[in-house]
């Protein structure tokens, strides 16, 4: 077994002049640190961030880690992928006997990146994808929108709701950015970027950092009375190609299969209290929560106009505020998902706190042009 | 408020499993224009997959090593890599440390095993650096500092002199000492099938070659490559099944140093020392010199053979050069170092590596390298790769013995 002990992190904000990269992250690992009470230098057997390069703007990111997170001379390394594919290698490390406490590390600094689009492109195949018709990347998400909506005959409202729903929530949560009170009238109003898709539908970029430290049962409980578990990790990839892909979040579903089935649970929809999941387009959310088995096919949307989803409703997806609310914490996401799980597990979430949560899902896509992603599960 | 914590001693080294290499694969090493790094992935996998009896329906999941994403002009490189690699359909995670991937990419295959979580894993290692123009070194403008080292337009070469000059002038070493390790390595690639700059040299064509930033010269240097590799590692009652003699990963050992190389001694890698110490202490080794039957160090630069030597404890500070010159690492020496003629000989494609690296000491081991195969009997070997801004140690130990 394997227990998160301390959590940081750093702001979520829409830009952050003030800090460089290396300071948000120094401020999330002290905060982390301090949460699980150690000492990096002495404690700490495995660090593990998760960049992507051209994110970061280096050709080789992993050089600059180790002295903000106290990692000089340790092991460290970094896995390209989401937070969560990083949780899930301090979760082997620790699992192989490597490490007695692992620290896990993302960020997102996208407010240094002036051409995201651009970098995007960049990860599209170069012969059949990169410059069809010179598009903005979004364009992709748009045209899977629209098939997500044909198959399960959804209207512009349905996922509308998506965005009014978190970006609601996100008015509780102090660390989220882009929270407002808005109305399915608004989201109805704003202008279609990529035809289905509008303006408010797409998730903003976002700067912040996380830091997990992990340890393993015996020194978990050492280290603190309450632990949260990290009872099943999962992750794959289903393809690269645009067209040997089957855009219906298969990702989503074999990662949460994987960790489901390591966390013992064989109803999602009855014994997961609460989600997090990743809507960096609206019509994500309602996608991954059917991957995740939360509810049935047709069912997402209906319930999400039932109320099901809202923070009051009987299954609570995006407290937070999600992507829509927090932004684009590029490969963070997962990072800012798995972070309120916690928070909501450990009772520290404030004015959002859910009551009687004892199980969470949190889950992650590795984002345009890809068909990765990774799922996590949290319990008491 | 730090609370004191009491490490629990004999916890650690307490894995799920067991973890065995039964199968290699790599290609050739060279300028590839005809192959995308995809095809270059597959051609590696297929072989590992053949050598070790299996198909892609059997793994499980798929770890993939490969170095700047500014080599191939590409995004989340993993993410395009994908499908070649055999990653499709399965969970599949790309790990990274610079140059030190190429042992790197087997450690994270190790940690898939032996936590319980995958039987069969397969290890893809690619690298594609002729697609970077003019040459490979313009992707590495990108690695600095952008404050402090940026303007003084540093590039990897001359770094690696300031080091290599600095390893001399503490154990007042000459020059013609680490030119016959390049004299080495490049004769025992010419029995390597996959071999790139392969050939007969003498230690004062070495002296002789183009100065590129003394007291680097041309052929102290390993080239720019194309290539792919794989390994597959799989869980104990899976090995049984597949082989009578599989190879043991018995220890894995990774650091990374400061990012302030201007502010360390660059005579010693401390950072590979650490490295092989946590790999060491999990293979039980107390005395490398006298344990390790073959070793596979990185040897970018033919300095850095000598200098990974002392990191990893097979010779003591300043010794490596003189354990060159008196044979004690040929083919058929005591302490045979690099005999699939390592990067000098058979290339250098950053993470590729691994072929003549981890995959180079499993078949060392395995008594499957052929006309490579070292003189002496074989129990215990070790591989290393180094990275980043000379600052990163990969090391992993393998033994026939479980």
């Not at chain 1, 080789?60 to 949780?87: H, M, N, R, S, W």
């Amino acid at each position: 077994m394997v227990a998160v002990v301390g959590v940081g992190y750093s702001g979520f904000n829409s830009t952050t002049p003030d800090l460089s990269w290396k300071e948000i992250m120094y401020e999330a690992a002290v905060r982390a640190y301090t949460d699980a009470g150690i000492n990096p230098r002495r404690d700490v057997d495995s660090f593990v961030t998760c960049a992507e390069d051209l994110y970061e703007g280096f050709a080789i990111f992993d050089e600059f880690v180790p002295d903000q997170l106290g990692a000089v001379v340790k092991p460290t390394c970094t896995v390209c992928a989401d937070f969560l594919y990083g949780l899930a290698t301090a979760y082997m490390q620790i699992r192989s006997g490597l490490a007695d406490i692992a620290v896990v590390e993302a960020h997102s600094k996208a407010s240094d990146i002036q051409t995201f689009g651009n970098v995007v492109k960049f990860a599209m195949d170069p012969i059949w994808l990169r410059n069809v018709g010179n598009a903005h990347p979004y364009y992709l998400a748009a045209l899977e929108m629209f098939q997500y909506m044909v198959e399960r005959c959804l209207s512009e409202e349905d996922v509308a709701r998506v965005v009014v729903k978190n970006k609601n929530n996100a008015l509780l949560n102090e660390s989220a950015p882009y929270g407002a009170n808005i109305t399915l009238e608004d989201v109805m109003a704003s202008p279609k970027l990529f035809d289905p898709m509008k303006k408010l539908e797409i998730a903003p970029l976002a700067d912040g950092c996380v830091v997990f430290v992990l340890a393993s049962d015996k020194v978990a409980r050492e280290l603190t009375d309450t632990p949260v578990w990290v009872k099943g990790v999962g992750w794959w990839s289903e393809t690269y190609g645009y067209d040997t892909a089957s855009f219906s979040a298969m990702y989503a579903y074999k990662a949460a299969k994987m960790a489901y089935r390591m966390a013992g649970i064989t109803n999602p929809a009855k014994e997961v209290d609460f989600a997090e999941v990743d809507d960096r387009f609206a019509f994500k959310e309602l996608q991954h929560i059917e991957a995740l088995q939360l509810a049935g096919k047709f069912d997402s949307a209906r319930l999400l106009a039932e109320g099901y989803f809202d923070r009051d409703g009987a299954l609570p997806v995006n407290v937070s505020g999600g992507n829509l609310g927090v932004g684009n914490l590029l490969e963070c996401t997962g990072g800012q998902k798995a972070l309120e799980v916690v928070l909501q597990l450990r009772g520290e979430a404030g004015r959002r706190q859910l009551s009687d949560v004892e199980t969470g899902v949190a889950q992650s896509w590795r984002y345009l042009p890809t068909h990765s992603g990774a799922v996590a599960v949290f319990g008491l | 408020m730090v609370m004191e914590v009491e490490k629990i001693s004999g916890l650690k080294f307490h894995k799920k499993q067991d973890v065995a290499i039964v199968g290699a694969g790599m290609t050739t090493f060279k300028r590839r224009l005809n192959e995308t790094g995809r095809e270059l992935s597959y051609l590696a996998v297929k072989q590992a997959l053949e050598e070790a009896g299996i198909t892609i329906d059997n793994v499980e999941m798929v770890v993939m090593g490969s170095a700047p994403d500014t080599f191939d002009g590409f995004h989340m490189k993993g993410e395009y890599l994908l499908d070649g690699a055999g990653g499709s359909d399965r969970p599949y995670m790309r790990v990274f440390v610079g140059g030190g991937t190429g042992v790197f990419a087997p450690i994270a295959g190790y940690w898939h095993v032996a936590s319980g979580l995958a039987d069969i894993c397969l290890v893809v290692c690619e690298e594609k650096m002729s697609s970077t123009h003019p040459h490979p070194q313009s992707a590495f403008k990108y690695i600095w500092d952008p404050i402090l080292d940026r303007p003084l337009k540093p590039n990897l070469i001359w770094i690696f002199a300031l080091e290599m000059r600095r390893y001399m002038h503490v154990h007042n070493i000459k020059h013609e000492d680490i030119a016959l390790v390049s004299v080495k390595n490049k004769a025992n690639a010419l029995d390597h099938p996959c071999a790139q700059v392969a050939e007969r040299i003498t230690v004062e064509d070495v002296l002789n070659s183009e100065p590129m930033a003394l007291p680097v010269r041309r052929l102290d240097v390993s080239p720019p490559s194309d290539g792919a590799a794989a390994l597959i590692m799989v869980a104990p009652h899976i090995a049984r099944q597949l082989t009578d003699n599989p190879v043991w990963v018995t220890g894995v050992g990774w650091a990374l140093d400061t990012t302030w190389w201007t502010n360390r001694d660059l005579y010693f890698p401390r950072y590979v020392a650490e490295a092989a110490k946590m790999a060491y202490r999990q293979a039980h080794i107390t005395d490398p010199r006298k344990e390790i039957d073959v070793a596979e160090p990185y040897d970018p630069f033919d300095y850095k053979e000598l200098h990974h030597m002392e990191g990893l404890g097979l010779a003591k500070k300043g010794e490596a050069p003189i354990l060159t010159r008196e044979g004690v690492t040929q083919r058929d020496g005591d302490l045979p170092t690099c005999p699939s003629g390592g990067l000098l000989g058979v290339g250098n494609p950053i993470s590729a590596a691994m072929g003549v690296k981890a995959c180079e000491l499993y078949w060392q081991l395995a008594y499957r390298a052929g006309k490579r195969q070292v003189a002496k009997e074989v129990t215990t070997g070790v591989c290393q790769a180094w990275g980043d801004l000379m600052q990163v140690g990969t090391v992993m130990v393998m033994s026939n013995k479980r």
